[in-house]
């Protein structure tokens, strides 16, 4: 079984900056993409930035310019790092790995963190 854990969410005010990290664990043999999602109430979940195992990323394109996401493959950890965060970057962000495959059971697989909140108050 893989297991995400995320860490780093937090209340900041605006302008201010966090990190959020994410580590995989498990009989986890490699990862294709992972990546971060966030949900603000009464919002459907929305990709805030992904990182494939060969450091090709993606943006949202309102994140683009603050957030930089980065990928330690050897420990199976994605971070975020969130700079000038904004009020309406107030969400629970989670962590995403895509096409994870283990080695126990054939295939590929896709799994979810259980969330960190992140508020920024005005």
């Known amino acids: 079984q893989v297991q995400l854990v995320e860490s780093g969410g937090g209340l900041v005010q605006a302008g201010g900056s966090l990190r959020l990290s994410c580590t995989a664990s498990?009989?986890?043999?490699?990862?294709?993409?992972m990546g971060w999602y966030r949900q603000a109430p009464g919002k459907q979940r929305e990709l805030v930035a992904s990182?494939?195992?060969?450091?090709?990323?993606n943006y949202a394109d309102s994140v683009k310019g603050r957030f930089t996401i980065s990928r330690d493959n050897a420990k199976n950890t994605v971070y975020l790092q969130m700079n000038s965060l904004k009020p309406e970057d107030t969400a629970v962000y989670y962590c995403?790995?895509?096409?994870?495959?283990?080695?126990?059971?054939?295939?590929?697989?896709?799994?979810w963190g259980q969330g960190t909140q992140v508020t920024v108050s005005s």
């Open positions: 990182i494939t195992s060969i450091g090709s990323t």
């Open positions: 995403n790995a895509f096409g994870v495959v283990v080695r126990t059971t054939p295939g590929k697989y896709d799994y």
């Open positions: 498990g009989s986890i043999f490699s990862i294709n993409t």
